[in-house]
């Protein structure tokens, strides 16, 4: 139990930095980009013309539909065969960055419609453009339906992000598994490090209760209370 | 002044205004009534173009706009039009996510470009008049229904529109609650306000229309003044409509049919 306790203190530091200057910045930004992406695909598959909605469509269709350590080993050992060679974070980053916008423009889209007609009427009436409308009105209202599926794929993301070990990326499950190279502790290091990402996710799970409670101050979307 | 003239909307092959024309004088109150499907509620949809007409003309004030077959009109000429109407819904349609005043300053800040002041203070006054400034502060949802539509009234009223449109405005409503409702438009028609309202509720539109437009099947049967519809329509159509309109409001005493 004691020679347990050591190693993990001993590794911790190795594996928290790890976390800190990979696993987190790679998680923050794919998941802010992949968000962008996502609202920008769904706006495109809602609003689009018909080609765009196509290209979407199929955009959705492969990045969903392979699994994403195939796509990250396609970005970073594939593409140099054409000509495209990226360092290992900046490939990571693209993957989980598509990966991402494939899966939330769904929740996006469906959270846009989930929005009653009689709300985008209620705008267009005092006068608002389709962006006032959809800024302002829609949006809103949107977010509080997609807050739990978005989180759903947040927390994923943060445990995804191991992936990137795949492809050289130093991030935290690599870190365990150089130390496990040394030490020949692979239960120690590996037990340690579920620890520490199941920590990372029931922060992402606090945070998101908080998040829908201050969502749901205004009660409900209880049209007709006669 | 508002004009109508010469509407015509087509959903797909089926047509629901064959070619309607309406003048409406400024400070009068009318109401459409019929049949369910008869084309009033589509009728004053197409006032604010929520529905864009498939042909004829809509005029408002100084603003006119003249709708042709597969002719697509600019977005910002429906806006220019659309913002000399207010529209109240059956359904209420306050936005969830702001409180009884957010609601009423939205048009003012977003769309008219008010200082949130200024608008604050115009929407507490409107607030004032329908009776909700003790809820200024309070969520949609946790308002009933005739509270709902008041506060919807005050924010369609926010803008000063030329006209108030009101879309079976009290048939989400009980008996009680759609009286407040009644009470408050009532008193906007005696301030002068210009309305139009789609209905069937007969309390409502022999308490405040002046004036009564009968549509069935997208064509105007009858038109006139108020008593005159209400006590002796000419048309065999328009007296049958009436009579159930009556037995419907005596069988629930009084209430919305």
Redesign the interface.
């Known amino acids: 139990m004691l020679h347990w306790l050591q190693l993990m203190l001993e590794s911790l530091p190795s594996l928290l930095w790890a976390a800190l200057i990979f696993t987190v910045p790679l998680t923050l930004l794919s998941f802010v980009l992949g968000l962008t992406v996502g609202l920008g695909a769904a706006l495109g598959r809602l609003f689009g013309p018909r080609p765009l909605v196509a290209l979407v469509r199929f955009y959705v269709w492969i990045f969903r539909g392979t699994p994403l350590l195939v796509q990250l080993f396609l970005i970073f050992y594939g593409l140099p065969s054409v000509g495209i060679l990226l360092d290992a974070f900046t490939a990571a980053l693209i993957g989980f960055t598509l990966n991402i916008g494939a899966y939330t423009s769904e929740i996006i889209r469906a959270a846009i419609g989930s929005v009653p007609k009689g709300q985008w009427e209620a705008a267009y009436s005092i006068g608002m453009t389709w962006s006032q409308a959809m800024r302002r009105t829609i949006l809103p209202q949107a977010g509080r339906v997609a807050v739990p599926p978005l989180s759903n794929t947040f927390i994923s993301l943060v445990k995804d992000t191991s992936l990137a070990a795949a492809i050289t990326v130093p991030e935290m499950f690599q870190a365990a598994q150089r130390i496990v190279a040394t030490t020949y502790e692979p239960l120690i290091l590996y037990v340690e490090a579920a620890i520490l990402y199941l920590a990372m996710s029931s922060v992402l799970s606090a945070l998101q209760t908080r998040l829908e409670e201050r969502l749901n101050r205004y009660g409900g979307f209880l049209e007709a209370r006669s | 002044m508002i004009s109508l003239t010469n509407i015509e909307k087509r959903f797909g092959d089926n047509l629901v205004l064959k070619g309607v024309t309406v003048a409406i004088a400024e400070g009068s109150v009318t109401a459409l009534v019929g049949p369910s499907g008869g084309g009033k509620s589509t009728l004053l949809r197409c006032i604010?173009l929520?529905e864009i007409p498939t042909s004829g003309t809509v005029r408002i004030g100084d603003e006119s706009l003249e709708f042709r077959p597969s002719v697509k009109v600019p977005?910002a000429d429906i806006?220019r039009l659309?913002?000399q109407?207010?529209?109240v819904?059956q359904?209420?349609?306050?936005?969830?996510?702001?409180t009884a005043i957010e609601n009423v300053v939205?048009?003012l800040v977003?769309?008219?470009k008010w200082s949130p002041e200024r608008a604050r203070e115009r929407a507490l006054a409107l607030l004032q008049k329908v009776g909700m400034a003790h809820k200024a502060d309070a969520?949609?949802?946790?308002?009933?229904?005739?509270q709902?539509q008041r506060v919807a009234i005050a924010?369609?009223l926010?803008?000063s529109p030329k006209v108030l449109l009101c879309d079976e405005p009290t048939s989400?409503?009980?008996p009680e609650?759609a009286q407040e409702v009644v009470d408050v438009l009532g008193q906007l028609a005696s301030e002068g306000t210009t309305m139009v309202m789609a209905t069937h509720d007969l309390r409502l539109a022999s308490k405040i229309a002046r004036e009564v437009v009968f549509l069935d099947a997208g064509v105007v049967v009858e038109k006139g003044p108020a008593a005159v519809l209400f006590g002796n329509p000419e048309r065999e159509r328009t007296k049958r409509f009436i009579a159930t309109l009556k037995q419907e409001a005596e069988r629930e005493g009084g209430g919305e049919g």
């Open positions: 604010n929520l977005a806006r659309r913002l109407t207010g529209m819904f359904n209420f349609q306050l936005f969830p996510h702001r939205e048009g977003t769309v008219l969520w949609p949802a946790t308002l009933s229904g005739g709902q924010r369609a926010a803008p989400a409503l009980d609650l």
